[in-house]
T-cell receptor
Framework: NAGVTQTPKFQVLKTGQSMTLQCAQD?????MYWYRQDPGMGLRLIYY???????DKGEVPNGYNVSRLNKREFSLRLESAAPSQTSVYFC?????????FGSGTRLTVV | AQRVTQPEKLLSVFKGAPVELKCNYS??????LFWYVQYSRQRLQLLLR??SRESIKGFTADLNKGETSFHLKKPFAQEEDSAMYYC?????????????FGQGTRLTINP
C-alpha cells in the first residue's frame, strides 16, 4: 500500500505565483491534514478535514486554501506565493487515532 | 490552550549512553500523547503512543500527569537513533484528531 502520497516532492516558485500541492491516501481514513514544518517551530497545522465535504482552519491558515475533493484526496493551494511560505509541507491522514504522514513537499518561494 | 514544549532543540550523546528527550504539555483535559520520529529526509513516523505503553526500538515514555510531562527515554543509545524527535498532544475537534506538536529535538548519537 502507498499510504499517503504527496506531489510534487520539490517546487520552486516565484513570489506571486500560484500552485496546488496534491495529497492522496489509500487507507480509507476519514480525516486529513496539512502541516508546515519550519526549523525551530515544529509542525503547525494549516487546514484539516474531519471528513469528506468538510474543511476547517488550523493554526496558520492565512495565504492558503484547501479542497477535500473526495475521501482520498486533500489538496492545498497557494494563490499568491510569498517568501514566508517557504517551508516543508506535510499531508497526513488519520482514522481517528495516530497519523500517517506523506513524504513531504519542499517548497521554496523566491 | 494546548501547548507542547520540548526545551532542548539539540541533544548530543555518545553511543551506549542513556538518552532522555524532554516533553512538557499544557492541556486542561485528559491528554493523549505521542512521540514521532523523523530520520534524515524521511517522513514522520509514529514512535510511541502513551496509551499503548509499548517499547519501540528500545524507547519508552511515561506520562506523568502531576508534572505534565511525557519524556522519551532509552537506556543505551545507538547511532541509528540520530533523528529529529517530536512530542505531540492529541485533541479532538469537530470529529478530527488534531495534533499539536512541540518544536522538536534533534538527537545526535556520537560514535
Amino acid at each position: 500500500n502507498a499510504g499517503v502520497t504527496q506531489t510534487p516532492k520539490f517546487q520552486v516558485l516565484k513570489t506571486g505565483q500560484s500552485m496546488t500541492l496534491q495529497c492522496a491516501q489509500d487507507m480509507n481514513h476519514n480525516s486529513m491534514y496539512w502541516y508546515r514544518q519550519d526549523p525551530g517551530m515544529g509542525l503547525r497545522l494549516i487546514y484539516y478535514s474531519a471528513s469528506e465535504g468538510t474543511t476547517d482552519k488550523g493554526e496558520v491558515p492565512n495565504g492558503y486554501n484547501v479542497s477535500r475533493l473526495n475521501k482520498r484526496e486533500f489538496s492545498l493551494r497557494l494563490e499568491s506565493a510569498a517568501p514566508s511560505q517557504t517551508s516543508v509541507y506535510f499531508c497526513a491522514s488519520s482514522p481517528g487515532a495516530g497519523y500517517t504522514f506523506g513524504s513531504g513537499t519542499r517548497l521554496t518561494v523566491v | 490552550a494546548q501547548r507542547v514544549t520540548q526545551p532542548e532543540k539539540l541533544l548530543s550523546v555518545f553511543k551506549g549512553a542513556p538518552v532522555e528527550l524532554k516533553c512538557n504539555y499544557s492541556y486542561s483535559g485528559s491528554p493523549e500523547l505521542f512521540w514521532y520520529v523523523q530520520y534524515s529526509r524521511q517522513r514522520l513516523q509514529l514512535l510511541l503512543r502513551h496509551i499503548s505503553r509499548e517499547s519501540i526500538k528500545g524507547f519508552t515514555a511515561d506520562l506523568n500527569k502531576g508534572e505534565t510531562s511525557f519524556h522519551l527515554k532509552k537506556p543505551f543509545a545507538q547511532e541509528e537513533d540520530s533523528a529529529m524527535y517530536y512530542c505531540a498532544l492529541s485533541t479532538q475537534i469537530q470529529g478530527a484528531q488534531k495534533l499539536v506538536f512541540g518544536q522538536g529535538t534533534r538527537l545526535t548519537i556520537n560514535p
